[in-house]
């Protein structure tokens, strides 16, 4: 599946993984090389399946990718190009199945570079019936797995992420999640199992979670704008999910380790957030002259005192949140940002940049609503919906974590400034119609 060049990939491999939502290369000119496979079983005659782990030279980006062979073609799935016999193993039944076994009932498959072990959580579930992509990721793929039980009656549904880039150390995902199931806890889906590899010079690291699927359910951004475009009251579902991150940010804080927000910490916290504002200031327009009160914020928020670092979300927002019926908000991917060095996604944190998170998310989504129903009066609407729903999200949160917030009060203001920087300079590169709405909370917490 390589060619002789070192390990290049071919063409039709290469045009096919740039054409792909996971694929955060430079595209066409990119020098793609495989570095590793492994192989997995297949029950199903005429076909052979391997994982490829390829490298982007120069950007130091690994990608997975699972492939499948099919001596008869598949009916249905369309090929890498065409004539060509390899098809994209996580659309492929053959390799799904595997894939579930290994996770779910443990076990290793190798390919002599690297090495997959299975690692099953208690009671792992059924067995496999049928799968089907989930559409609309962007950095990873995920399978939705139904299963059914040793007499073949339909059983739990399952969702099995595969990652895309791979980084060395344990995904938080992984880590977090099984914590909080681990811990007892309904506010994330139940653990199945993990797939560990090793690879390279001893490198190790996640190659897939698999955790409880909750179908008929809809995410909190669904359920937050269309409350807003109605004028529908969210504070009470807004308190609802204050009370809800709270309590995971405390199972966290029990089952994990935190430390002393010390000097060394807090100045390497301040000073990421100048580094984003010295990059905000060089892409969004206007913002220099602003650049002098955001910086007194941060200053503010480095003279109060700070509370113990932990692990947390990382990248909380309405879209990481599901509304399951009998069950309340569940909480999801808490991978953190993707794009981040694995290293840098699981250091202790301070719960707060959750909880910005969470306000910011807030604001966007009455945004999205005043661009989607231009006009006055609704946009002062939605101004009342988002200041009435974030004030409900922190006195859910308050009463369930027994912590005043007016004590942090400037630091809060610090991180969901330090929120609308990162947002800034993203609107300002992506989507410049939006830039108002990160723009807007900047003035308000510069003030």
Not at 211 to 218: D, K
Not at 257 to 265: F, I, K, N, S
Request: glycine fraction near 10%; proline fraction near 5%.
């Amino acid at each position: 599946m390589g060619s002789s060049d070192s390990g290049r990939v071919d063409d039709a491999l290469a045009s096919w993984m740039t054409r792909q939502r996971w694929y955060s290369g430079k595209g066409g000119g990119a020098d793609l090389r495989e570095v590793g496979r492994w192989r997995v079983a297949t029950d199903e005659p005429g076909t052979s399946a391997e994982v490829l782990l390829v490298e982007e030279r120069g950007a130091g980006a690994l990608y997975q990718v699972p492939l499948v062979r099919r001596e008869a073609g598949a009916d249905g799935r369309s090929p890498l190009a065409p004539g060509d016999d390899r098809y994209d193993g996580t659309a492929d039944p053959a390799f799904v199945r595997a894939l579930f076994e290994l996770v779910t009932r443990g076990g290793t498959a190798d390919g002599g570079s690297v090495e997959a072990t299975g690692e099953p959580a208690a009671g792992s579930g059924g067995r496999y019936r049928s799968s089907r992509v989930l559409s609309g990721e962007q950095s990873n793929t995920s399978i939705i797995v139904d299963t059914e039980d040793d007499a073949g009656s339909p059983a739990a549904p399952v969702i099995v992420k595969v990652f895309r880039a791979l980084h060395p150390g344990d995904n938080p995902d992984v880590v977090l999640q099984t914590a909080i199931a681990a811990a007892g806890s309904d506010r994330v889906p139940r653990s199945v199992g993990a797939l560990r590899g090793v690879w390279g010079d001893g490198l190790r690291g996640h190659l897939a979670f698999a955790q409880e699927f909750l179908p008929g359910t809809q995410d909190a951004w669904r359920v937050a704008t269309a409350a807003v475009d109605a004028g529908e009251d969210f504070a009470e579902r807004a308190r609802r999910l204050g009370d809800a991150t709270a309590e995971v940010h405390a199972v966290l804080a029990e089952a994990l380790p935190t430390v002393e927000a010390d000097e060394e910490r807090t100045a390497a916290l301040l000073a990421s957030m100048r580094s984003r504002l010295a990059a905000a200031v060089e892409v969004v327009d206007g913002l220099g002259d602003r650049a002098e009160a955001i910086d007194a914020v941060f200053d503010a928020a480095a003279a109060e005192p700070w509370p113990r670092l932990q692990r947390v979300h990382g990248d909380y927002h309405l879209g990481q949140v599901l509304l399951v019926p009998d069950r309340g908000w569940v909480l999801l991917d808490f991978e953190g940002e993707p794009l981040r060095p694995m290293e840098e996604r699981s250091q202790p944190d301070l719960a707060l940049r959750d909880v910005a998170g969470m306000l910011r998310s807030f604001d966007y989504a009455a945004g999205a609503s005043r661009e989607a129903n231009p006009g006055e009066e609704h946009a002062a609407a939605t101004e009342r919906w988002a200041q009435e729903a974030r004030a409900a999200f922190l006195e859910g949160y308050e009463a369930r974590s027994g912590e005043p917030l007016a004590r942090h009060e400037r630091l809060l203001a610090a991180l969901e400034l330090d929120k609308a920087l990162y947002e800034a300079v993203y609107e300002a590169r992506n989507r410049p119609d939006w830039l108002p709405i990160p723009s807007a909370a900047i003035a308000r917490l510069a003030g």
